[in-house]
C-alpha cells in the first residue's frame, strides 16, 4: 500500500501517532494577520515556544466557501500538531468563523482528545459588554466572517441586549497583504465600509476589527471613525484569555515548552514570508516552507 494511504489512514483513525511530547503553541492564519496577534501572545508570555503557520499560498480565505476554508484550516491544524504543537490558536476570524467548531467537535475526538484548538471569536466578545456603554457594536470583518454570522451569534447568546451592526471589508486584506495599506487606495476602501456602516447605526461606540490583518490599518480606520468610538483590535484580549485559559488548565501549561524559541511556516515563498512578516512585527524573521495539502 502506498505511504501516502498509510498515513491517511492512521489520520483519519485517530491513531496518527501525533507525538506525546510537550510541544510549541501553535498558531495559525491564512497568511500574514495572524502575526499580530502572535506578536501580543509572545509579548505576554515570552518564555513559551511558538510556531507560527501561514498559508500565504491560498490567502486570503475571506472570499471562500465553508467547505474550502475547513479543509484547509484543517490541514493547517493536522500539520501543526505534527510538529509537536498541543495547542493551536486560530489566530483568524475567518477560520474560527468557518472551521473552529467543526475541528473541536468532529476532528479532536477522533485525533487526540487531549489536545485543544481555540479561536479568536469568543475571547473578542466577552469584553463586549463590559467595554460599550451605548450597548451598540460595530464589527468589520472578511465577507466570510460577516456572512457567517459568528459574531452575531456569539453576541446573541451571550448578550442578548447588545445590538449589533457588521460591515464587510472584503478589499481590506488584500490592501495589507499586497503591501499597499499606507497607500490613498486604503484611504478609500476604509472610508467607503465605514461611512457606510455608521450610517446603519450612529449610536455604535466599539468597534470590533475582526479581522487579524486589520491592525495594520489601525491609523486609517482610526481616521474614519467618529470620535469617541473605542477600536478594538484583536491581539491583546487574545493573548490575555489565553494566558487565563493556561492558568485555569495546568495540564495543558505543563504539555508545552518554554524556551523562548519561535519558528515561522509558510506555505508561500520564504522570502516574501520573511519581507512581510518584518512590517508585521517590526524585527526580521527568517521563515521555512512547508506544503500541508
Ligand atoms: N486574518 C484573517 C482573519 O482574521 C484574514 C482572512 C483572509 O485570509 O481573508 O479573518
Known amino acids: 500500500m502506498p505511504l501516502r494511504y498509510v498515513l491517511f489512514f492512521f489520520r483519519r483513525t485517530g491513531m496518527e501517532g501525533f507525538s506525546e511530547k510537550a510541544g510549541a503553541i501553535g498558531i495559525f492564519d491564512s497568511g500574514y494577520g495572524g502575526l499580530t496577534v502572535f506578536d501580543k501572545i509572545r509579548r505576554l508570555m515570552p518564555q513559551y515556544d511558538y510556531i507560527y503557520l501561514g498559508d500565504n499560498a491560498r490567502a486570503p480565505y475571506g472570499p471562500r466557501s465553508f467547505e474550502v476554508v475547513y479543509r484547509f484550516t484543517r490541514q493547517a491544524v493536522v500539520r501543526l500538531f505534527e510538529e509537536g504543537c498541543q495547542l493551536v490558536i486560530l489566530a483568524c476570524n475567518t477560520a474560527s468563523a468557518k472551521a473552529l467548531r467543526s475541528i473541536q467537535q468532529r476532528d ?3 485525533w487526540d482528545a487531549t489536545r485543544r484548538v481555540l479561536g479568536v471569536i469568543r475571547p473578542t466578545v466577552e469584553l463586549m459588554d463590559q467595554l460599550s456603554r451605548t450597548k451598540h457594536v460595530g464589527i468589520v470583518g472578511t465577507v466570510g466572517t460577516v456572512s457567517s454570522g459568528s459574531y452575531q451569534l456569539e453576541l446573541a447568546k451571550m448578550f442578548p441586549h447588545i445590538q449589533v451592526t457588521a460591515e464587510a471589508c472584503p478589499m481590506w486584506v488584500p490592501l495589507v497583504e499586497n503591501n499597499e495599506f499606507a497607500s490613498p487606495g486604503a484611504d478609500y476602501f476604509v472610508k467607503r465600509h465605514l461611512e457606510h456602516l455608521f450610517a446603519q447605526d450612529d449610536k455604535i461606540d466599539t468597534l470590533i476589527l475582526g479581522c487579524t490583518h486589520y491592525p495594520l490599518l489601525l491609523d486609517k480606520i482610526r481616521r474614519y471613525t467618529p ?9 491583546e484580549c487574545v493573548a ?7 492558568h485555569r488548565h495546568p495540564e495543558m501549561d505543563a504539555k508545552l515548552t518554554k524556551e523562548g524559541h519561535c519558528r ?17 512585527l517590526s524585527y526580521p524573521v527568517s521563515a521555512e516552507q512547508v506544503i500541508i495539502d
Open 108 to 110: 479532536l475526538p477522533e
Open 264 to 280: 515561522f511556516l509558510t506555505t508561500e515563498a520564504t522570502d516574501k514570508f520573511s519581507e512581510a512578516a518584518t512590517l508585521f
Open 240 to 246: 490575555r484569555s489565553l494566558q487565563d485559559y493556561l
Open 227 to 235: 470620535d469617541g468610538v473605542t477600536l478594538l483590535p484583536q491581539g
